[in-house]
Every structure is written in C-alpha cells, then in structure tokens.
C-alpha cells in the first residue's frame, strides 16, 4: 500500500479565522512537508460556489506545489470534465505536468453537487455524456496527434496541443465513483477507480466485494491486474492514544460532516466503529490501513487537515 495527502480544501471562512489565501499557503507547506516526511503523493479537490471546497481550478494551485517540491507525486480528485471545455483541461494538467517535470496523478469525475450545475448552468441529466466524451477529447489530445471530434456536446476540428505531458504515454487517470454499484462499469471501459469509503459505503464488507467486481471486469477489459489500483480518501488523525486523537479532531470531524452537502449524516462514533475513519494511535490507524489492504484498496491517500 502507498501512502498519500489529501485535502477537499474545505474552508469554513465563517467559523475559522482564515483567509483563502493563508489556507493556499497552509496548503504549500504540508506538500513540501508531505514530501519531506516521505508521503507518495499530494491531492487537492475541485470545488466551486461554496465552502465545501475551495479551490476551484486545481492546476493553478499545483503548478505552485510543482515549484515547491521535487519527488512528491501531484493529484488532483477529482477534475469534474463536465465544466470546463476538454481541451482546455488537457492543456492546463499537460502543463501541470511539464512543470512538475512528470509528477502529475488526474482523477476525473462528472461532478454529483447541484449547486455546481446550477452555478455552470448545466443540467445534471446530461453529466455522463457529457463527460464521456470529456474524456475521450482529453485522452486523444493529450497523444499530441491532430484531433477532430463531432459529439452531441463538443465539436473539435483540426486542434493540435502545443503542449503535451511529460509522461508518456500519458499520467495515470482514475474515474471517480460515489456508488460502489458503479465500480464494473469504470473497469469495463479500462479505468482504475478512486474512491472515499465515508461516501459510498455503509458497511466495511461492502468494500472488498465493490474492489473484487471491479477488477474482474477490469481484467476481462483487457487491464493488466497490476493496473487495477484503487486509491482511497480516508479522514485519518494520528495521536499518541484514542482518547487524545477524540479529543483533538472530533468537534472538526463533525463539523466536516454537518458541513457536506448531500452527504451522509454519520457522527463520529459510527464512522470510527466502521473504521470509515481513521483516528488514534499509530497502531489505532496501522490496523485501519491493513484492513483497506486486505480489502484489495492499493492508495491510502489521508485526509488530514479537515
């Protein structure tokens, strides 16, 4: 299992006195830390029109973090495809990627938060279309071959980037999922999943079963076994016993949970006692980890400044 960083960039600017700019700064010194201290990788959500999340162009703030830092693997999850034209999100992750000098991790997604389609002016019904051929768009341009393209959403004739990522043959990309029926589906069309288990999951079980279907049809798709990775976010608070980590994070976690937008209400309690959260001791938080690897989830990606 590889161990990472994660931040929804939640802001709280009504109840925490912070400006945006001093958390973008925050945000800079855990990757240089999260580097220094050996971590694989960092990621940063994409959110807009709420302090549910707030960064709203995620290569902005990670072309800063490429400048920053050296080793440490950059990840952005998810990029919602369907509010922004493809090619410019090819363009703006290919620079990502040439600035960080091939660090760049992409998790793609169609976006789930009304507020955000309504903000965009985009009907939610039309999301897995229009995602869907988001990607395909994204994924040719990034070859660096000329591109045209006549879909129901997107129309691209004759386009050549004139930047194209470091990594050949392209950064790794994972698709997103917030219901775990939904997992078959990524791996039949070639994708490994990312996911957050506080979101999609009611009970521990259900996760090795959402891991062992999607590599089945990720396999049969064709997949190498060795590309069917499954990165998780997990709100993780290490301390020297149980009761200190309770005390120090559990008014935050419940805050983060009030605070989700459409999102299941579960209090601390319960999402300690299904191990959907990981806070205690090192061994306390050890034991959570060898449980999501033995489910078959390859990334722990710590969500740790909630």
């Not at 521990?204 to 590599?215: C, D």
Request: a negative charge; proline letters at 6%; charged letters at 25%.
């Amino acid at each position: 299992m590889k161990f990472g960083l994660f931040s929804v960039v939640d802001h709280y600017p009504k109840e925490l006195p912070r400006t945006t700019g001093q958390f973008y700064a925050e945000l800079l010194e855990q990757v240089e830390a999260a580097e220094e201290l050996g971590f694989e990788s960092f990621w940063i959500a994409e959110h807009h029109f709420h302090e549910y999340g707030g960064i709203p162009r995620p290569p902005i703030w990670m072309a800063a973090a490429a400048q920053r830092t050296r080793r440490i693997r950059l990840g952005a999850a998810v990029v919602v495809l369907p509010f922004d034209h493809p090619l410019r999100v090819a363009e703006d992750y290919a620079m990502v990627d040439v600035l960080s000098n091939g660090r760049l991790e992409l998790g793609v997604g169609s976006g789930y938060l009304k507020h955000e389609f309504e903000g965009f002016g985009l009907p939610g019904d039309e999301k897995r279309e229009r995602f869907d051929e988001a990607l395909e768009i994204l994924l040719r341009a990034w070859t660096g071959a000329r591109l045209s393209y006549e879909g129901k959403y997107h129309r691209v004739k004759d386009v050549q980037l004139n930047v194209v990522p470091h990594q050949k043959p392209r950064p790794p990309v994972w698709v997103a999922i917030l219901r775990n029926e939904a997992a078959p589906f990524v791996g039949q069309k070639g994708f490994p999943i990312m996911m957050i288990p506080y979101v999609s999951t009611e009970e521990f079980s259900e996760l090795a079963q959402t891991v062992r279907a999607f590599r089945q049809a990720f396999i049969a798709a064709g997949g190498r076994p060795e590309d069917a990775t499954v990165p998780f976010g997990l709100h993780t608070y290490c301390a020297e016993s149980f009761e200190e980590a309770r005390a120090h994070a559990r008014d935050s976690m419940d805050r983060y949970v009030r605070t989700r937008l459409y999102a299941k209400q579960r209090p601390f309690e319960v999402l300690v006692e299904k191990d959907l959260a990981a806070f205690g001791s090192p061994e306390d938080v050890a034991r959570v980890a060898r449980r999501y690897e033995a489910a078959g989830l390859t990334h722990f990606l710590a969500i740790t400044n909630f």
